[in-house]
């Protein structure tokens, strides 16, 4: 959310993000209170601004997930197909990013990012759920 929104009043992009995450987190436990105990996350920026998500990306969706129990999923988003052509080579380093990410689902859309999914080998400790369907063709 901080990368869509104007920033006027916080010192960083970083603390902006961190709040931006305690109230995802603050809304994930309000709505699994009246659901099952499952949380999801759509990150779209972790691989189009691979810098930033190692700065700070990492630790903003920790803290959206943080105290969430149950299944915590996290979907690395590549871009709409109609909008996004081209992808940016940060999505190998987002994927690695997953690895210290406490979600314990990743899902991945790798037909339409072409990714190579030799990079999953990585993230052994993660459960993948795979998009396979390219939606530019």
Not at 120 to 132: C, D, H, Q, T, Y
């Amino acid at each position: 959310m901080s990368q869509q929104a104007q920033n006027d009043f916080y010192p960083s992009e970083e603390e902006a993000a961190m709040d931006y995450a305690a109230a995802v987190n603050a809304e994930i436990r309000g709505t699994l209170c009246c659901r099952r105990r499952r949380g999801a996350i759509d990150e779209p920026y972790m691989q189009a601004r691979p810098e930033k998500a190692r700065q700070y990306g990492l630790k903003a969706l920790n803290r959206a997930l943080e105290g969430i129990t149950g299944r915590r999923r996290c979907h690395i988003c590549f871009g709409y197909a109609a909008v996004i052509h081209a992808r940016a080579a940060g999505v190998f380093d987002s994927c690695r990013s997953c690895m210290g990410c406490c979600a314990m689902q990743i899902s991945l859309e790798t037909a339409q990012s072409n990714l190579d999914t030799k990079v999953l080998a990585e993230l052994e400790n993660k459960k993948i759920i795979l998009g396979v369907i390219n939606l530019t063709t």
